[in-house]
């Protein structure tokens, strides 16, 4: 495969022109400073590596490169020595997965979360201000080691979780002959962190309407200056108590899943963003819609028994079981994200920005932020007790590397490709031939939406988004999906249908259209547009000339107030 001139590989390792390595663009689509990759390297790739031993994977070996400053992984193949031997290590494979498949609820309340919450105990039981260097750095090696067995946890259920998802929706379609968003309304309606966390936010703004002070900070204050000016009434003050509380809970969420952007909890601007958007909606019960949608799903369920009634009993059998374990699959999808990708990665955060204060007190760094562009090795071996800059100019170099390969579009694939390597598929979308004014993507969640495109590249943008709008975005991780009760339709450039946003989009009843290629760069904001989430398609049909140019005969979708449909 011929490495673009722009986008050298890097030669010190031989083996790796032979690998097959790819850049993930939907959770890790920046440059990466060298900390942060460390996590997302070595404790991601040995949580896979730990998983695919677990159930028999034919996976001898997951390497990550930091290639450029991006993330981009190679899986080796673990090559049998005989024919029989690779038949034996799939039918182990396949009867632990199904094992696994079985038992996924249980597994998650009896063993993996439980653990999950002693190692949270551990990291806000430990004293990081005031604990002395040296048990500050013997604290990183063991905060690693439990991170590393995190990331073991999330890819032990994470295989198990796609594939009970994926194989009640094959056998859905294989039944019925429906599309695959129809076998996911059989899933929908259930709670799970994500949902709650935009819900407890929705709530937060009903108690805020209440007010007319703390409605007139949030409303007419950029961010920081509306705390300020919250904190001087009672109302205000009463407010950003429950403020806190909200923050305290789900408050370890970022913008994206890398360590080095900033939480809610320290910054506090996405959350007041959002809030915004949810008082120009005056109306809304959350909790009517949630049952509404449940009561939906339970009568989808009942008509697909109704229909396989005359059908062998092993036919039902399977039917029942794969839907059990699709639904539990589909909650874990959100609660795993909740207590690993957020509030685990968290307590890592608090510490490497500890070592930051430490290194700003004794004048090594300029800023608490600056340690993420130091390496592990670096951490371990510095002395505190010395005053000294020469940490100031490394940070520069790694700052001016990162910047240099912030405009360079990293390629999908580099290395060696096999017959098997991912390509660019029909998940990125293109402009089709006879349409030139529709982009093809893939479905995320089932609708047709009308309305005024809003492009939108960071939370910190949250405001400009309106009720009744389309936001348009280039990735996201969960955090972004309290946006969703104020969108008319949603449009991503990268993500799948198994993508946290698909999944809880499904739940807010928004349309949704992913791996829209460019999408942020080819629609324009005010852009009138035709969102099909089922066909995975935008229409840019109205141009740019506002609400009034749609056409008689269609009718927008009314702006959203509630936060399910």
């Given at each position: 495969?011929?490495?673009?001139?722009?986008?050298?590989?890097n030669?010190?390792?031989?083996?790796?022109?032979?690998?097959?390595?790819?850049?993930?663009?939907?959770?890790?689509?920046d440059?990466?400073?060298?900390l942060?990759?460390?996590i997302?390297?070595h404790?991601?790739?040995?949580?896979?590596?730990?998983?695919?031993?677990?159930?028999d994977l034919?996976?001898?070996?997951?390497?990550?490169r930091?290639?450029?400053?991006?993330?981009?992984?190679?899986?080796?193949?673990?090559?049998s020595?005989?024919?029989?031997?690779?038949?034996?290590?799939?039918?182990r494979?396949?009867?632990?997965?199904?094992?696994?498949?079985?038992?996924?609820?249980?597994?998650?309340?009896?063993?993996?979360?439980p653990?999950?919450?002693?190692?949270?105990?551990y990291?806000?039981g430990?004293?990081?201000?005031?604990?002395?260097?040296?048990?500050?750095?013997?604290?990183?090696?063991?905060?690693?080691?439990?991170?590393?067995?995190?990331?073991?946890?999330?890819?032990?259920?994470?295989?198990?979780?796609h594939r009970?998802?994926?194989q009640?929706t094959?056998?859905?379609?294989?039944?019925?002959?429906?599309?695959?968003?129809d076998?996911?309304?059989?899933?929908?309606?259930f709670?799970?962190r994500?949902?709650?966390?935009?819900?407890?936010?929705?709530?937060?703004?009903?108690?805020?309407?209440?007010?007319?002070?703390?409605?007139?900070?949030i409303?007419?204050?950029?961010a920081?200056d509306?705390l300020?000016?919250?904190?001087?009434?009672?109302e205000?003050?009463?407010?950003?108590?429950?403020?806190?509380?909200?923050?305290?809970?789900?408050?370890?969420r970022?913008?994206?899943?890398?360590?080095?952007?900033?939480?809610?909890?320290?910054?506090s601007?996405?959350v007041?963003?959002?809030?915004?958007?949810?008082?120009a909606?005056?109306?809304?019960?959350?909790?009517?819609?949630?049952d509404?949608l449940?009561?939906a799903?339970?009568r989808?369920?009942?008509?697909?028994?109704?229909?396989?009634?005359?059908?062998?009993?092993?036919?039902?059998?399977?039917?029942?079981?794969?839907?059990?374990?699709a639904?539990?699959?589909?909650?874990?999808?959100?609660?795993?994200?909740?207590w690993?990708?957020?509030?685990?990665m968290h307590?890592?955060r608090?510490?490497?920005l500890?070592?930051?204060?430490?290194?700003?007190?004794?004048?090594?760094?300029?800023?608490?932020r600056?340690?993420?562009?130091?390496?592990?090795?670096?951490?371990?071996?510095?002395?505190?007790s010395?005053?000294r800059?020469?940490?100031?100019?490394?940070?520069?170099?790694?700052?001016a590397?990162?910047?240099r390969?912030?405009?360079?579009?990293?390629?999908?694939?580099?290395?060696t490709?096999?017959?098997d390597?991912?390509?660019?598929?029909?998940?990125c979308?293109?402009?089709?031939a006879?349409?030139?004014?529709?982009?093809?993507?893939?479905?995320?969640?089932?609708?047709?939406?009308?309305?005024?495109?809003?492009?939108?590249?960071?939370?910190?943008?949250?405001?400009?988004?309106q009720?009744?709008?389309?936001?348009?975005?280039?990735?996201?991780?969960?955090?972004?999906?309290?946006l969703?009760?104020?969108?008319?339709?949603?449009?991503?450039?990268?993500?799948?249908?198994l993508?946290?946003?698909a999944?809880?989009?499904?739940?807010?009843?928004?349309?949704?259209?992913?791996?829209?290629?460019?999408?942020?760069?080819?629609?324009?904001?005010?852009q009138?547009?035709?969102?099909?989430?089922?066909g995975?398609m935008?229409?840019?049909?109205?141009?740019?000339?506002?609400?009034?140019?749609?056409p008689?005969?269609?009718?927008?979708?009314?702006?959203?107030?509630?936060?399910?449909?």
């Amino acid at each position: 495969m011929t490495k673009p001139p722009n986008f050298p590989m890097n030669k010190a390792v031989p083996e790796d022109a032979q690998l097959t390595w790819v850049h993930d663009a939907v959770h890790w689509p920046d440059p990466m400073p060298p900390l942060a990759f460390a996590i997302a390297g070595h404790s991601l790739a040995q949580g896979l590596l730990a998983a695919a031993r677990s159930y028999d994977l034919p996976i001898g070996d997951v390497r990550v490169r930091r290639i450029n400053t991006y993330r981009y992984q190679a899986t080796v193949p673990l090559v049998s020595a005989c024919e029989d031997e690779a038949g034996a290590r799939k039918k182990r494979s396949r009867d632990k997965l199904r094992a696994a498949i079985t038992g996924l609820g249980q597994l998650w309340t009896d063993e993996w979360l439980p653990e999950i919450e002693r190692h949270l105990a551990y990291w806000e039981g430990f004293d990081l201000h005031g604990a002395p260097t040296s048990a500050l750095v013997a604290h990183l090696d063991e905060t690693l080691a439990r991170m590393t067995r995190m990331w073991e946890i999330h890819f032990v259920l994470h295989y198990p979780m796609h594939r009970a998802i994926k194989q009640f929706t094959s056998l859905h379609q294989e039944l019925f002959g429906s599309s695959e968003l129809d076998a996911y309304q059989l899933l929908q309606g259930f709670d799970n962190r994500t949902i709650q966390m935009g819900r407890a936010l929705w709530v937060l703004s009903r108690q805020a309407l209440a007010d007319h002070p703390v409605v007139e900070a949030i409303q007419s204050y950029a961010a920081a200056d509306a705390l300020a000016v919250l904190g001087r009434s009672a109302e205000g003050r009463a407010f950003l108590e429950d403020l806190a509380k909200y923050l305290k809970e789900y408050g370890c969420r970022r913008e994206k899943l890398s360590l080095e952007h900033t939480s809610w909890s320290e910054d506090s601007t996405p959350v007041l963003q959002t809030l915004r958007t949810y008082l120009a909606q005056p109306h809304g019960d959350p909790y009517a819609e949630r049952d509404a949608l449940a009561v939906a799903r339970e009568r989808l369920v009942s008509e697909a028994r109704e229909a396989l009634r005359d059908y062998p009993w092993t036919i039902v059998n399977e039917f029942e079981q794969r839907l059990k374990a699709a639904q539990a699959a589909t909650v874990l999808m959100e609660e795993h994200n909740h207590w690993i990708d957020f509030r685990a990665m968290h307590q890592l955060r608090r510490l490497f920005l500890e070592f930051g204060s430490r290194l700003v007190a004794c004048g090594m760094l300029e800023a608490e932020r600056d340690v993420f562009y130091l390496t592990l090795d670096e951490l371990r071996q510095t002395d505190f007790s010395h005053h000294r800059s020469s940490l100031r100019g490394l940070v520069r170099e790694r700052q001016a590397e990162m910047d240099r390969f912030r405009g360079t579009t990293p390629p999908p694939v580099l290395g060696t490709l096999g017959s098997d390597s991912p390509r660019m598929s029909s998940r990125c979308s293109s402009i089709a031939a006879t349409e030139p004014l529709v982009l093809r993507g893939s479905p995320g969640s089932s609708g047709r939406a009308w309305g005024p495109a809003r492009v939108v590249r960071t939370l910190e943008e949250a405001g400009k988004l309106q009720p009744g709008d389309v936001l348009v975005a280039r990735t996201a991780s969960s955090s972004w999906t309290p946006l969703f009760a104020t969108a008319a339709a949603v449009i991503f450039e990268t993500g799948g249908i198994l993508s946290h946003c698909a999944v809880v989009a499904r739940e807010y009843g928004v349309p949704m259209v992913l791996g829209i290629h460019m999408g942020t760069e080819l629609i324009h904001d005010g852009q009138m547009l035709e969102v099909d989430g089922d066909g995975g398609m935008v229409r840019l049909a109205f141009g740019n000339r506002g609400r009034s140019a749609i056409p008689a005969h269609i009718q927008p979708r009314a702006p959203r107030v509630l936060l399910y449909r």
